[in-house]
């Protein structure tokens, strides 16, 4: 029986985390700053970078409390050093070091993207019939990958432009709403028609695994704006219900799309089931259009949808079972280890 710190500090949210056997979570706390980047409707690397300073140590030993653990009895110390914000990642990435060294413990390092896969394990400890394919949805990614293991794990396709979480934050910008913009158009669209106005799905080519959500955003952009020159349209008076019914139009298409593209990775992979993981994760019209899904799909627990460092610690008890221990020169690095 393992028990592991895990640390977060990989965009905007601080965190730290005890898990006991890869699933069991006995703390998982998670200092957001949602609020200092709120104004500037996303993330500032360099307040980012600040605020990881202050909250880093704080997290750390509330973490350990609500545990119920002290340093002495932890047996390794994991921390998402990829891909991230430099800044950022350099934080947690220090305090991991330091602890692990001072400590004499083990250090392991963990790619935050495979963290976001193995975020399903957590709490129910129910392995997917593997091979799956793996589809990671958040702020920064919106990506497709076969899942072997939980260390076999390789990329199939991914976005060329926004993430699809990105393109949720820049719609409810247009709409005139609060940052991040995900929950605010998931709860919005819940009570739209989503076909009141159709909004484009963009597959790319037919067989193709990647991505593309800037025409979507940018047609939202348009149906709200107008368009100006030789195709002039008006655009259209925002009230209640007009958003309500652009935030329904607009999810389905994401969902259409995320749907569609899933189908797609199953068959070509020969999958046996899909796991989503990251913060668009917990959006309900993804949930339920997935509930009809043809084969097993596994979502994670609420909590760790969003950026958080039990899913690090979770996955750390697998690296150190396999020996998969890092040295005390680890590196924060910026893109994710899976191609
Ligand atoms: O995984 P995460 O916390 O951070 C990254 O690694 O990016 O994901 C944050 C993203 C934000 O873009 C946020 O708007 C989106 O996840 N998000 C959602 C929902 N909750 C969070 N998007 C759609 N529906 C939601 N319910
Ligand atoms: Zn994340």
Redesign the pocket.
Known sequence: MATILGIES??DETGASVVVDGYDVRSNVVASQVELHAKYRGVVPEIASRAHIENILPVIRESLGQAGRALANVDAIAVAHRPGLIGSLLIGVTAAKTLAWSLGKPLIGID?VQA?LYSVMLEKNELPPLPAVGLVV????TSLYRVNDWTDIHRLGGTIDDAVGEAYDKVSAILGLGYPGGPIIDKLAAEGDPNAVHFPRTLLGRESLDFSFSGLKTSVLYHVRGVPGKHHKSGVELNEQSRRDIAAGFQAACVDVIVKKLDRAVRKTRSRSVIVG??VSANRGLRAALKEFRFPVLFPPMPYC??NAAMSAGLADVLLRAGRTAPLDLDAITYSALT
Do not use: F, M, W, Y
């Not at 958040?138 to 990614?141: F, K």
């Open positions: 990989t965009c935050h976001h958040s702020g920064g990614h990251g913060g969003t950026d």
